[in-house]
């Protein structure tokens, strides 16, 4: 029987990794007032670069710092599964993150990971900054637009599979063929009527798929 040509989109923080790193990034090193900034970008009112360096701001850390918060954050158990299933079939994996790209690149060598990844670029020079490399002009609001690289990156006649968890994950996951999802991803399919099956992480996906 000839396998389907799947293409899978995997997000970042809190998909990958069991701790969303801005997350922690957040309550590690900033000052009160984040909060404020946050919810604006929840409701969509800024963008998430404008999030971001607005709350970078706040932040008393060095890259050191980062490194050592980076050191305790632990990847989901069945992602090196999910990887194997997929290198196996000759399925494409790429990350798309609205994330940084410093704590994805830190994070996958650590665990001996190779994989193409799209995402925010950081910097550091008397604090921290982002700057968007696959922003989208015409939307304006993720750094990085994950439904114009799922797009780009797959080839025609593919199943298009996502697996997500945030607020950055619903507009690629609404342009899918199948959606593996969970947190506010899953809320939001719930509610609007998408259709994505439900997991608590790898384990799922790969339990699903065979």
């Excluded at 063929?177 to 939001?188: I, M, P, Q, S, T």
């Amino acid at each position: 029987m000839q396998l389907i040509k799947k293409v899978f989109f995997i997000d970042f923080d809190g998909t990958i990794t069991q701790r969303d790193t801005c997350a922690a990034m957040v309550e590690a090193f900033a000052d009160e007032g984040w909060q404020q900034i946050n919810e604006l970008w929840e409701r969509r009112e800024i963008s998430t670069e404008e999030c971001a360096n607005k709350t970078f701001q706040l932040f008393h850390a060095t890259m050191d710092d980062l490194s050592q918060l980076l050191d305790a954050i632990k990847i989901d158990e069945n992602f090196g599964d999910f990887l194997n299933f997929c290198n196996k079939n000759g399925y494409p994996v790429y990350i798309l993150s609205d994330g940084y790209d410093f704590c994805i690149e830190y994070i996958l060598k650590k665990h001996g990971f190779k994989i193409p990844y799209y995402a925010n670029h950081l910097e550091y020079e008397k604090g921290f900054r982002i700057s968007c490399t696959y922003y989208n002009q015409d939307c304006g609001l993720c750094g990085t637009c994950k439904r114009f690289l799922l797009e780009r990156l797959t080839q025609p006649g593919s199943q298009v599979v996502y697996v997500g968890d945030g607020i950055s994950d619903i507009c690629p996951a609404s342009h899918s063929d199948l959606v593996f999802a969970k947190g506010r991803l899953l809320d939001y399919c719930r509610a609007e009527g998408i259709f994505a099956i439900p997991v608590a992480g790898f384990a799922g996906v790969l339990e699903k798929l065979d």
